[in-house]
C-alpha cells in the first residue's frame, strides 16, 4: 500500500500516475502544479481488481495550460460501476473483471477557462462530475499570491 498525503505532490511532473500495478493507494491533500500539457495532467490510472482500487481526495490541480484533468482513467464508468466477476478460490486462474476502483471526492481543479474536461469521458461538468466526483469542483487559475499561500501553509511556513 502506498500512502502519499498532505505534501505537495508534484511540479511539472505527472501528478498522480498509478499504471503499473499498485493498489490500495491513498493520494490525499495534495497539490499539483502541472504547467504542461501531455495528457496526464492531474491524475492517471488502470484498471484496479475489485476491492484494491485507490483513494483521490482533497486534492488541488492547477493546470494553467490545460483543461483534462486526466489521462487514462479504466474507461469512462469510473468508481467500479461494473460487476466484477468473482474470484474463485478454488480455480485460481480465473480473473475478476478489473475496475476503475478511485474514489474521488473533495478535489479542486484550476483551469485557464474555469472549465474541465476528463480524456476520451468528455467534460468534467457533465456526466463524469455526477457519476464519480459530485464534491469536486473546477474554477479558473487562482492568482500567484494564492498558490503561494496554499504551498506556505503546507510546508507550515
Not at 11 to 30: E, L
Amino acid at each position: 500500500m502506498c500512502v502519499w498525503a498532505g505534501g505537495i505532490a508534484s511540479f511539472q511532473a505527472d501528478a498522480w500516475k498509478m499504471d503499473y500495478g499498485g493498489h490500495d493507494s491513498r493520494f490525499t491533500g495534495n497539490i499539483i502544479y502541472h504547467g504542461h500539457n501531455d495528457g496526464q495532467n492531474c491524475v492517471n490510472t488502470w484498471p484496479f481488481l475489485p476491492g484494491h482500487g485507490a483513494v483521490w481526495e482533497g486534492n488541488r490541480c492547477v493546470l494553467p495550460r490545460s483543461t483534462n484533468i486526466a489521462g487514462s482513467i479504466s474507461g469512462c464508468n469510473c468508481p467500479g460501476k461494473s460487476k466484477p466477476i468473482p474470484f474463485n478460490a478454488s480455480d485460481p486462474d480465473t480473473h475478476t473483471q478489473p475496475e476503475c476502483g478511485v474514489s474521488f471526492g473533495n478535489n479542486e481543479y484550476f483551469t485557464h477557462n474555469g472549465t474541465a474536461t476528463v480524456n476520451r469521458c468528455g467534460n468534467f461538468e457533465g456526466d463524469w462530475k455526477a457519476n464519480n466526483e459530485p464534491s469536486s469542483n473546477v474554477s479558473a487559475l487562482p492568482s500567484d499570491e494564492e498558490l503561494l499561500a496554499w504551498a506556505r501553509a503546507k510546508l507550515n511556513m
